[in-house]
């Protein structure tokens, strides 16, 4: 099935210690994003990648830091930088030509103790 | 900067009875609209999208969206709703320049009454 995979679902972290979020897409998309998620809050975009070894700064990208030496896929690394790091994090990806729909992963949700 | 609002945080509808959530964009040219779905501590499930021509789109589950330029809205409607689509609800714009991500709204919290 084609799809797009986080891992893990639940993730527990103590104050201070960078955590690496995983994204995978076999959808052959070439634009693939992140974002967070708090209560009341909507979705807020973190960071976002249109091609390989390339990515842009989101809305909220203080604190979080990614690479895209995949296609397939886009890690984010929560630093101990990020104030407030505790939250539910969606990674996305779409076909990156025209006004095309984001698919979403089933999410992580991170806390941080 | 372009943003999306939901008015209503929480809205209750008896089951069978029929469903508007209320989507208002800022934005100047015409926007890419889109309504997600998300059930509790899940990803989102798109809806239905909105890029140009006829300006009433029809979705998945029953859902039909009406984009009106004149009140930069983009309002979800149902005509019978279900038990099953009690969930959060996200209504979001793209724009069509070179800035790429959603803007969302802060969701709409849908109750089914029995």
């Known amino acids: 099935d084609g799809g797009i995979t986080q891992s893990p679902k639940y993730l527990f972290r103590k104050e201070g210690q960078n955590v690496t979020l995983s994204c995978e897409q076999n959808l052959n998309h070439d634009a693939m994003y992140w974002y967070r998620q708090d209560p009341g809050q909507g979705l807020r975009l973190i960071y976002y990648s249109q091609i390989v070894n390339d990515f842009q700064k989101g809305d909220i990208a203080e604190g979080y830091s990614v690479s895209r030496e995949k296609k397939e896929s886009f890690p984010l690394t929560v630093t101990s930088a990020q104030k407030n790091p505790t939250a539910f994090y969606l990674c996305a990806s779409r076909i990156r030509a025209g006004p095309d729909t984001q698919y979403f992963g089933p999410g992580t949700r991170l806390t941080v103790l | 900067a372009q943003s999306v609002t939901q008015p209503d945080i929480h809205i209750t509808v008896s089951e069978g009875a029929s469903l508007e959530l209320r989507c208002n964009y800022s934005?100047?040219?015409?926007?890419?609209l889109f309504w997600y779905v998300q059930s509790p501590g899940q990803g989102l499930q798109l809806l239905l999208k909105y890029f140009s021509g006829d300006t009433l789109v029809q979705g998945i589950k029953g859902f039909e969206a009406e984009f009106k330029r004149s009140q930069s809205s983009f309002n979800l409607r149902k005509p019978s709703v279900h038990w099953s689509d009690a969930a959060e609800y996200f209504c979001a714009v793209r724009s069509g320049g070179g800035a790429d991500g959603l803007t969302f709204g802060k969701g709409t919290h849908l109750i089914i009454q029995p």
């Open positions: 934005y100047g040219a015409t926007p890419y």
